[in-house]
């Protein structure tokens, strides 16, 4: 009923960035909060941003003032922007949204992930 599909991910050097995309598509009535979360090998997930459907965003202490949460609304897209990244940014990014979806006329709420996209921060 519902995708999110990730993109943007890659190999950078320390201290560069890259740019995450996410873009929901399928039976969408609106989207409530979209979030990114990361996983680093051996690690458990983690929350790393969040962004309600108002533009309220909410960060993770290990990186604030480097990432920046945005959305864009009429796109069903949720960006990620990770600039002065460091090895220990190198995780599997995925998105997360909380969606109303129209079920034959009903409404209902889903929670749904992306597939991830793998951050690699390597000299």
């Known amino acids: 009923q519902v995708q999110l599909v990730e993109s943007g991910g890659g190999l950078v050097q320390p201290g560069g960035s890259l740019r995450l995309s996410c873009a929901a598509s399928?039976?969408?009535?609106?989207?409530?909060?979209m979030d990114w979360y990361r996983q680093a090998p051996g690690k458990e997930r983690e929350l790393v941003a969040t962004?309600?459907?108002?533009?309220?965003?909410n960060y993770a202490d290990s990186v604030k003032g480097r990432f920046t949460i945005s959305r864009d609304n009429a796109e069903n897209t949720v960006y990620l922007q990770m600039n002065s990244l460091k090895p220990e940014d190198t995780a599997v990014y995925y998105c997360n949204a909380g969606v109303i979806t129209d079920d034959k006329g009903r409404y209902r709420y889903l929670e749904v992930w992306g597939q991830g996209t793998l951050v690699t921060v390597s000299s």
């Open positions: 399928g039976s969408i009535v609106s989207i409530l909060a």
């Open positions: 962004i309600t459907s108002g533009g309220t965003t």
